[in-house]
């Protein structure tokens, strides 16, 4: 009986799941994609403000009389972003090759003599053989591996300081979405700037952004096609073999 409410508990499970996505495909049916409406980073359900390890806070010195205010880069105002709310520019430029080759091979042997020379008074002689038992094993394995990988990104996006940390760095957000015929692509950038990383165009490299998260995708008719089913997907996750 609870194999079967489990059973029953999955099978419902899985049409609520089904229903869902359905009913998100059939609602695209005859038109594009949908865009996401341009929204304010830190509303969506998804965003956690960053914490790092800061240093600890220390009063800037104070000096009588002086024209230099603590803390400013220049006497002029820098047009870098510096705050909550300005724009920068994040260059991505991803290159990346791997070839690894790995081969490994082993092998060992054994043998094994177990004689009974007295066995509850019997000598060996009135046995047959004086050896009871005699074993032998030879094992060997070779294995060879291979994995080559090229990747190439290129991006260029505008993004958003969301948050100053208390030591000064730049906590960054950058979306994009492009929409060409039925399909939409999605591109977002995230991660902490240090604000002499910026460049005096504004601009920042994808190297110098730590935690960084990259991601391009997309949905429509093409990322349909090419991705699996979601009953196929659930059997893949599941099926032992």
């Known amino acids: 009986m609870t194999q079967h409410r489990l059973s029953g508990a999955v099978l419902v499970g899985l049409l609520g799941l089904a229903s869902c996505t359905g ?14 409406r341009t929204s304010d980073p830190t509303q969506t359900p998804d965003y956690r403000p960053v914490t790092m390890p800061m240093p600890p806070l220390q009063a800037p010195p104070t000096e009588v009389g002086s024209l230099w205010r603590p803390g400013s880069r220049a006497f002029f105002k820098d047009q870098r972003a510096s705050q909550v709310g300005d724009l920068l520019t994040i260059k991505v430029e991803i290159a990346d090759n791997a070839n690894v080759v790995d081969n490994t091979s082993a092998s060992s042997s054994g043998s ?32 060879t591996g ?31 979405e ?21 460049l005096e165009d504004n601009t920042v490299t994808h190297d110098r952004i730590a935690e960084a998260r990259i991601s391009y995708g997309g949905r429509g008719q ?20």
Do not use: C, W
Not at 23 to 36: I, K, N, Q, Y
Not at 154 to 161: H, N
């Open 146 to 176: 291979t994995i080559r990988r090229t990747e190439a990104v290129t991006l260029t996006l505008a993004g958003t300081i969301t948050q100053v940390l208390p030591n000064g760095n730049f906590v960054v957000v950058a979306r994009q």
């Open 178 to 198: 492009v929409r060409v015929n039925g399909e939409l692509r999605q591109l977002m950038v995230s991660g902490v700037v240090r604000p002499q990383d910026i």
């Open 112 to 143: 094994e003599d177990f004689g009974i020379p007295s066995l509850f008074g019997l000598k060996a002689g009135a046995l047959t053989k004086a050896d009871a038992l005699n074993t032998s094993s030879a094992s060997a394995n070779a294995g």
């Open 222 to 241: 093409l990322t349909k096609q090419q991705t699996p089913r979601y009953g196929q997907q659930i059997m893949d996750s599941v099926l032992p073999f």
């Open 23 to 36: 009913l998100a495909d059939l609602s695209e049916v005859g038109h594009p994609p949908r865009m996401t």
